[in-house]
């Protein structure tokens, strides 16, 4: 749940990132558009496909890319680590959560 908030998020600063592409980038509009808005849509195709733990991988590939979104937009290297390090963050604590849980299931 905390990932899937994260990519939230993370899916409105992605469809920010399109009119600076377009604007202050002077990146074609067909690219920005396809680059930002299909970042910001698959953020939230990942965060609705989390419940497979595959999705969990996918959601980190879409922060490495949005990492990589800095070598077009340089402050996109520091929002893409900070994002980065949230979602890792909150699938490390979820992961924790939950083994908490198993642990206390295994009692009763």
Known sequence: ?????????E???????????ISVEEVSTSVALLTGVGLATAAVVI?????????????????AAAVAL????SVMFVLGLIFATLYTSAYLLGRKIEAQYAAQADHL
Do not use: N, S
């Open 47 to 63: 965060a609705g496909l989390l419940r497979a733990e595959w999705a969990y991988w996918l959601g980190f590939a879409l922060q």
């Open 70 to 73: 800095g070598f077009v937009v």
């Open 11 to 21: 899916c409105i600063v992605l469809g920010l990132v399109t009119p600076v592409l």
């Open 1 to 9: 749940m905390m990932c899937a908030a994260v990519l939230g998020f």
